[in-house]
């Protein structure tokens, strides 16, 4: 597995530990120079992210030595329509003109919910015209749950996948769901590896949303004290212990971050007698930053 770039941070405020606010335009511009300096060259975006794909394609220099993954909008209707389609695609060149790009690597579905709604064909045969046209090497979708998975690949042939998984969310580990998506030559895509930064975060810094896993919490970061391993390093053990997985999304703030988080993906430690499966939470509403009633 290998790290890829998320750049939600540069056009929103985002993140239950993000005190800083969206990242200076200043500072993406370093990120990106010293992520290629790093050996890293995929970068997910998204029409949805605020400014994201403006602030990317100011630096067309760097950003053409990255295979840019963006992302549609969504559609509210029950029903998709033809004037959906072509929001898509309008949406679609839009983002190509925001990034300075004439084509990326891959576009993919944004809310995986529109891909299972009346006449959704129609979304989907414009993202294979796309493809046709030369404007985009991979089509798939973002996901949410194991299940919408199923639904859509009995449906349509996706070439790339995005879901999350991380220390405290397992989800898509379970009935084999990760074994299928590799045998139908998917590329996996994982986001939330942090879960928004909530695996990284010490018990006091806690919203008072999360009172029913603190005792959870403090048991795993207890494990983890004991063996002299950080929630950062431990975070990114888990991820790596997947094999199926092709590229780990990893959100950054600025250099310093990524950094620390290039440095601690490889690092050298024992984590062998760790057991991940205890850090699992069951309860949808911590791991489901949708679900989360912060205010």
């Known amino acids: 597995m290998k790290i890829g770039l998320g750049?939600?941070?540069?056009?929103?405020?985002?993140?239950?530990?993000?005190?800083?606010?969206?990242?200076?335009?200043?500072?993406?511009?370093?990120?990106?120079?010293?992520?290629?300096?790093?050996?890293?060259?995929?970068?997910?975006?998204?029409?949805?992210?605020?400014?994201?794909?403006?602030i990317l394609g100011q630096n067309k220099k760097e950003l053409r030595?990255?295979?840019?993954?963006?992302?549609?909008?969504k559609f509210d209707l029950k029903s998709i329509t033809k004037a959906d389609v072509r929001v898509?695609?309008?949406g679609f060149f839009e983002s190509l003109s925001r990034l300075n790009l004439n084509q990326v690597y891959g576009l993919m579905i944004h809310d995986s919910e529109d891909l299972l709604k009346e006449n959704s064909g129609y979304l989907w045969e414009e993202l294979e015209l796309l493809k046709a046209e030369g404007k985009v090497a991979k089509i798939g979708v973002s996901v949410y749950s194991p299940i919408q998975t199923e639904k859509i690949l009995e449906k349509y042939p996706i070439d790339i996948?995005?879901?999350?998984?991380?220390?405290?969310?397992?989800?898509?580990?379970?009935?084999?769901?990760?074994?299928?998506l590799?045998?139908?030559?998917?590329?996996?895509?994982?986001?939330?590896?942090?879960?928004?930064?909530l695996a990284l975060m010490s018990l006091s810094e806690l919203?008072?949303?999360?009172?029913?896993?603190?005792?959870?919490?403090?048991?795993?970061?207890?494990?983890?004290?004991?063996?002299?391993?950080?929630?950062?390093?431990?975070?990114?053990?888990?991820?790596?212990?997947?094999?199926?997985?092709d590229f780990a999304i990893l959100g950054i703030n600025n250099i310093s971050q990524l950094l620390e988080i290039f440095n601690s993906y490889h690092i050298k430690k024992d984590f062998s007698d760790i057991d991940y499966s205890?850090?699992?939470?069951?309860?949808?509403?911590?791991t489901n930053p949708s679900k989360w009633k912060l205010t």
């Open 207 to 245: 919203p008072t949303y999360f009172d029913s896993v603190k005792i959870h919490l403090q048991e795993c970061q207890d494990i983890l004290q004991k063996r002299g391993i950080t929630l950062l390093e431990a975070s990114l053990d888990f991820i790596k212990s997947v094999q199926e997985v």
């Open 88 to 90: 898509l695609r309008e």
């Open 278 to 286: 205890k850090f699992a939470i069951l309860d949808e509403n911590i």
């Open 7 to 54: 750049t939600v941070q540069f056009g929103l405020d985002y993140g239950v530990s993000n005190h800083s606010g969206k990242t200076k335009e200043s500072e993406v511009s370093e990120i990106l120079k010293e992520a290629l300096r790093l050996g890293i060259h995929k970068l997910d975006t998204a029409y949805l992210y605020g400014n994201s794909e403006s």
């Open 65 to 73: 030595n990255f295979e840019v993954i963006t992302k549609t909008k």
């Open 161 to 180: 996948i995005q879901f999350p998984l991380n220390i405290y969310d397992h989800s898509f580990l379970q009935n084999g769901i990760l074994a299928k």
């Open 182 to 197: 590799k045998k139908l030559g998917i590329e996996i895509h994982i986001r939330s590896v942090f879960l928004q930064g």
